[in-house]
């Protein structure tokens, strides 16, 4: 026998092993770990991006005006000065001193008078939602769910046997008349409502804002059927111009969950984001958290910390503003210039997305195929949907990239649009 064949038959004796632990282990999957998977459609977000494509899919922040160096100073300063304490273990809730911050972050949005004791540090908001599912929701309880709403929290929450039911949105945001129809039918069906999870500002992925004269309208109605209000703000401070509008929590302190996030605002590397969970559910809520990671990084919170505490963040907040506001511009006037008439689009004021509606019968999940051929990637619509049905739909985001290549991504995927609607 050769060293190769020996090689070979090692290979191969392995594969066979790992095959049949894999048949053995199939039994001990829970039901819960059998509904963590990813549809065909939510596959997209996997793509490889190959060179020369122009990615208008994952909704990444830019970071390219980040000072680098300052961002080092301060990791090396946490970790000079405060080493012992950075590398260990700390509170389950996360330091005081960035939950201070946040509160501070969040006066800027529109939460005044937030105690820092309300305050869970979460590994982003997507552990935010994680948490919130595992304390509220029983396999087969129902979450309202603006439709089309984010991914993400499609897939937390049916990893936990929740059935996520969409309402419907208009260009003011989700319609309180089809939320009380929609909690109406579900009751009357005997279903049990937990949580409403919203994204009210910039829609992640229509880029549509919840109009402020329906947001007590919404919690109002939340309350009254006894459903848990989860608001998911990523993106509120990334308004165009003015000032953000004030959040669902702001004055709804005891419905409300709002969840937060250093990742557009900053950096999703450093993992960071936060609930404000009212005062009777916090205990449980941050038990929960503390369950599954015992304690936020201290490394990344002492670092977020003091970095924020030595340079101007709001400053770097408006310059945010400024680049997302030109780069949504730029999508905007190649999408007028390019796409053919019977497509319309949203006009987001922030945020990172752009929402594409194509005529009624047109799929959006086949044109990727053929518009990665053309050199340019986006997300079909149909990803943004429990059911994941065949949608006309298709988000653009204008956050990552910039402007040129804005213009060069929706000049490629024009024709391709252009043949699915002549077809
Ligand atoms: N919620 C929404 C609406 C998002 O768009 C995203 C990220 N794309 C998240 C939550 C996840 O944020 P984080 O990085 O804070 O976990």
């Known amino acids: 026998m050769t060293p190769h064949e020996t090689e070979l038959t090692a290979e191969t004796q392995t594969a066979l092993e790992r095959a049949d632990a894999a048949h053995r282990h199939e039994a001990l999957f829970s039901e819960r770990a059998h509904n963590i998977r990813q549809s065909a459609v939510r596959d997209v977000f996997d793509i490889s991006i190959r060179p020369g494509l122009v990615s208008l899919a994952g909704g990444s922040p830019s970071l390219t005006r980040l000072p680098l160096g300052l961002v080092a100073e301060t990791a090396q300063r946490v970790i000079m000065d405060h080493g012992m304490e950075a590398l260990h273990y700390g509170g389950g809730k996360g330091t005081l001193a960035l939950r201070e911050l946040i509160c ?6 529109g939460i005044l008078g937030a105690s820092p004791e309300d305050v869970v540090v979460t590994t982003g908001s997507q552990s935010a939602q994680d948490i919130a599912a595992k304390v509220f929701c029983n396999p087969g309880d129902v979450v309202l769910a603006e439709d089309p709403t984010y991914v993400g929290a499609l897939n937390t929450f049916e990893a936990y046997q929740v059935r996520v039911e969409p309402v419907g949105m208009d260009e003011d945001g989700l319609v309180p008349e089809l939320l009380e129809a929609r909690i109406a039918e579900l009751e009357a069906a005997g279903a ?26 919404i919690v109002d109605i939340c309350r009254e059927h006894n459903i848990l209000v989860l608001e998911d703000n990523p993106y509120g401070m990334l308004r165009f111009d003015g000032k953000p509008l004030a959040p669902l929590r702001a004055d709804n302190p005891d419905d409300v969950i709002y969840c937060g996030s250093f990742s557009k605002i900053f950096s999703p590397g450093v993992r960071l984001g936060w609930a404000l969970v009212p005062k009777h559910l916090y205990r449980r809520f941050y038990l929960a958290a503390e369950a599954v990671v015992l304690c936020p990084s201290m490394l990344n919170q002492m670092l977020v910390t003091e970095f924020f505490h030595s340079f101007d963040w709001r400053a770097y907040l408006a310059e945010s503003r400024a680049v997302y506001a030109e780069r949504c511009a730029a999508m905007l006037h190649a999408l007028g210039e390019h796409f053919p008439a019977e497509a319309t689009w949203t006009t987001p004021s922030g945020g990172f997305f752009v929402w594409v509606t194509l005529p009624d019968g047109i799929d959006t999940y086949p044109l990727l195929h053929e518009s990665i051929e053309a050199g340019v990637v986006f997300i079909p619509g149909a990803a943004f949907t429990p059911s ?22 929706v ?12 077809a």
């Not at 501070?104 to 949005?109: R, S």
């Not at 000049?411 to 002549?422: F, M, S, Y």
């Open 411 to 422: 000049r490629r995927l024009a024709p391709v649009v252009r043949a699915a609607v002549e």
């Open 192 to 217: 049990t409502i937990k949580l409403l999870y919203t994204i009210p500002s910039f829609n992640n992925p229509s880029g549509i804002t919840l109009a402020a004269e329906r947001r007590q309208q």
């Open 388 to 409: 994941d049905a065949p949608s006309s739909k298709l988000r653009l985001a204008f956050s990552g990239v910039a402007p040129e290549q804005i213009r060069e991504g």
């Open 104 to 109: 501070e972050i969040m006066a800027e949005e």
